[in-house]
Nanobody, 120 residues
Framework: QVQLVESGGGSVQPGGSLRLSCAASVSIDSIYLMAWYRQPPGKQREFVAVIQSSGTTNVADSVKGRFTISRDNAKNTMYLQMNSLKPEDTAVYYC??????????????WGQGTQVTVSS
């Protein structure tokens, strides 16, 4: 079982910045991908960003140019740098880890979620 611990959420004004962290209990070398999702109030969970085992990254169009996903293999930690935050970025943010051992179906693990609030 993989455990994920999220941190870095908080309340900021529009235009502000936050950096979210997701620490995994296993080496990132063993992880197929790591991703961030978010769930705004009253809405469904949506994709935000992903980093593949190769290091390739992709982000949702809604955050392109403002959010950056990265990882630190030595610390088994993934980050989401969020700049130029907007009120519509308000949501609970969840980190997701997918492990895909050879010959075994992939398994997904989720963090506990961290609240990000952007308001005046």
């Amino acid at each position: 079982q993989v455990q994920l611990v999220e941190s870095g959420g908080g309340s900021v004004q529009p235009g502000g910045s936050l950096r979210l962290s997701c620490a995994a209990s296993v080496s990132i070398d063993s992880i197929y991908l790591m991703a961030w999702y978010r769930q705004p109030p009253g809405k469904q969970r949506e994709f935000v960003a992903v980093i593949q085992s190769s290091g390739t990254t992709n982000v949702a169009d809604s955050v392109k140019g403002r959010f950056t996903i990265s990882r630190d293999n030595a610390k088994n930690t993934m980050y989401l740098q969020m700049n130029s935050l907007k009120p519509e970025d308000t949501a609970v943010y969840y980190c997701n880890v997918r492990i895909k051992p050879t010959g075994i179906p992939a398994s997904d693990y989720w963090g506990q979620g961290t609240q990000v609030t952007v308001s005046s």
